[in-house]
C-alpha cells in the first residue's frame, strides 16, 4: 500500500468516526385507552419528537418511570402517583384532558353505595399500578393486574365493585360486551402529560404543544370529547 493509499484510508476512517451518532428514540409509555393513546400522539407529533411509544401494565409502567427507562408517560395526575421514588424524578405538563371516573357493578348484582363509608362492606376489585382516593374506605380488596381482569371480577360476582374512567369503560365494552353497569361519578380527574427530570428539556416542548393542539380544538375533534 503506498503512503498516498493509506493516507487516503486514515482520512477515511478519521471520517467515520466523527460522524455524529444517530440518538436512540425516547422511550413513551403510551395511554390506557384508545381516545388517549390518539391525544398523545397527537402531542408527541405536534412536539416533533423521535419516540418509540410502548404499551406496559400499569405498574410495570410505574417502574420503567422510576428508573428512567421510560421517559414520558402518559396519562396521569400528580394525586396518582405519589411514590418517593417518582416524586423525586417526575414532572407533569399543563393537563389536556379531565377523565371521569365512576363505580362498576355487575347488572345482575349491582350494590348501592351512597358515601364512600359504604365500600367498607364491599369486595372491590382494583387495578396494579393505581392509586385509589377512597381506599382507605374499601372492605376486601382484589387486586389485579389490568382492566379487563377487573371487570371480569365485577361481571362474574368475584368483586362487589370497580371503578373505571368513561373511555376505558366504553372501548372495553365495544371491544368485548360484559354485562356490567356503570354507577354514578366518583371524581373528574385532570390528566397531564408525565415527564422524567433527566430530560426536564422536554417539558416545554410539551407544554408547548398540548397549548397549540387545545387551541386548535384537536383534542376536541378526537372521539369529540377532547378538553373538558
Known amino acids: 500500500m503506498t503512503i498516498k493509499s493509506m493516507t487516503l484510508l486514515l482520512a477515511a476512517m478519521l471520517a467515520l468516526v466523527s460522524l455524529p451518532l444517530k440518538a436512540e428514540p425516547i422511550l413513551v409509555g403510551d395511554g390506557e385507552s384508545r381516545i388517549l393513546q390518539e391525544m398523545f400522539a397527537a402531542i408527541l407529533k405536534n412536539a416533533d419528537l423521535d419516540v418509540s411509544i410502548e404499551s406496559f401494565p400499569p405498574e410495570r409502567k410505574r417502574r420503567l418511570f422510576e428508573q428512567g427507562t421510560i421517559v414520558i408517560d402518559c396519562c396521569a395526575m400528580p394525586q396518582w402517583r405519589t411514590r418517593p421514588e417518582e416524586e423525586r424524578v417526575q414532572l407533569w405538563s399543563v393537563p389536556f384532558f379531565t377523565s371521569h371516573n ?26 396494579l399500578g393505581f392509586k385509589y382516593e377512597l381506599s382507605p374506605h374499601f372492605g376486601e380488596v382484589l387486586p389485579v393486574q389490568n382492566w379487563d381482569a377487573m371487570l371480569q371480577l365485577v361481571e362474574k360476582g368475584r368483586a362487589d365493585v370497580g371503578f373505571i374512567g368513561d373511555l376505558v369503560f ?21 390528566l397531564s402529560v408525565r415527564v422524567h427530570k433527566s430530560r426536564a428539556d422536554l417539558l ?21 370529547l377532547g378538553h373538558q
Open 102 to 127: 365512576r363505580y362498576i357493578f355487575s347488572a345482575e348484582r349491582a350494590v348501592s353505595i351512597q358515601d364512600p363509608a359504604d365500600l367498607a362492606e364491599y369486595r372491590v376489585a382494583t387495578v
Open 170 to 190: 366504553q372501548e372495553r365494552q365495544i371491544n368485548q360486551k360484559r354485562d356490567l353497569v356503570m354507577g354514578p361519578l366518583v371524581a373528574k380527574h385532570p
Open 204 to 224: 416545554p416542548i410539551i407544554n408547548r404543544s398540548i397549548a397549540e393542539l387545545i387551541e386548535k380544538e384537536v383534542f376536541l375533534a378526537i372521539g369529540g
